[in-house]
T-cell receptor, first 114, second 113 residues
Framework: EAQVTQNPRYLITVTGKKLTVTCSQN?????MSWYRQDPGLGLRQIYY???????DKGDVPEGYKVSRKEKRNFPLILESPSPNQTSLYFC?????????????FGEGSRLTVL | AQSVTQLGSHVSVSEGALVLLRCNYS??????LFWYVQYPNQGLQLLLK??????LVKGINGFEAEFKKSETSFHLTKPSAHMSDAAEYFC???????????FGSGTRLQVQP
């Protein structure tokens, strides 16, 4: 089954404790991206990757890191989480044949930073 | 920069009534436009997309949207609401480099029995 898989789905952590949210897709997609969803703000892009070893900042990259060492994986790293990073996070991917830009989303990771 | 405005953060309709969710966009070039639906505790699922082939776009679950360039709108409609349509709906526009989708703030649809 074609899918984008995120882990963990739910996480409660404390300020300053480094964490990683993993994202993996099994569709051989070149493009991957991370969004955060906050009430009243919709989804905002954090980082994206057009291909392996190619990453770039989105609209809200502060406090986050990413890496793209292999095509299928695109982890999101919070080096020192803060309460304002409490949010619902989505990983998404897009294949090369999708010329119009629509994305295929994972089921989300709900993060709470205390 | 592109932007999307969704009017009404909450919309409530009766089962069987018309659903109308509003979306206006700003874009300096002809856009690609999308509607996504998010059911509770799930990711976003593509409902339909406008890619300039036709101004009236039909999607899944009986939804459709009409692209109106003169009004810079892409409103989502469904003739008869069903209880299973209760969800949050997002309008989005793709940037010219396809680096990102810009999303509206979302509209939560409630369907009353």
């Amino acid at each position: 089954e074609a899918q984008v898989t995120q882990n963990p789905r739910y996480l409660i952590t404390v300020t300053g404790k480094k964490l990683t949210v993993t994202c993996s897709q099994n569709m051989n997609h070149e493009y991957m991206s991370w969004y955060r969803q906050d009430p009243g703000l919709g989804l905002r892009q954090i980082y994206y990757s057009m291909n392996v070893e190619v990453t770039d900042k989105g609209d809200v990259p502060e406090g986050y890191k990413v890496s793209r060492k292999e095509k299928r994986n695109f982890p999101l790293i919070l080096e020192s989480p803060s309460p304002n990073q409490t949010s619902l996070y989505f990983c998404a991917s897009r294949g090369p044949g999708t010329s119009t830009g629509e994305l295929f989303f994972g089921e989300g990771s709900r993060l709470t930073v205390l | 920069a592109q932007s999307v405005t969704q009017l009404g953060s909450h919309v409530s309709v009766s089962e069987g009534a018309l659903v109308l969710l509003r979306c206006n966009y700003s874009s300096s070039v002809p856009p690609y436009l999308f509607w996504y639906v998010q059911y509770p505790n799930q990711g976003l699922q593509l409902l339909l997309k406008y890619t300039s082939a036709a101004t009236l776009v039909k999607g899944i679950n009986g939804f459709e949207a009409e692209f109106k360039k003169s009004e810079t709108s892409f409103h989502l409609t469904k003739p008869s609401a069903h209880m299973s349509d209760a969800a949050e709906y997002f309008c989005a526009v793709s940037d010219t480099g396809r680096r990102a989708l810009t999303f509206g703030s979302g509209t939560r649809l409630q369907v009353q029995p």
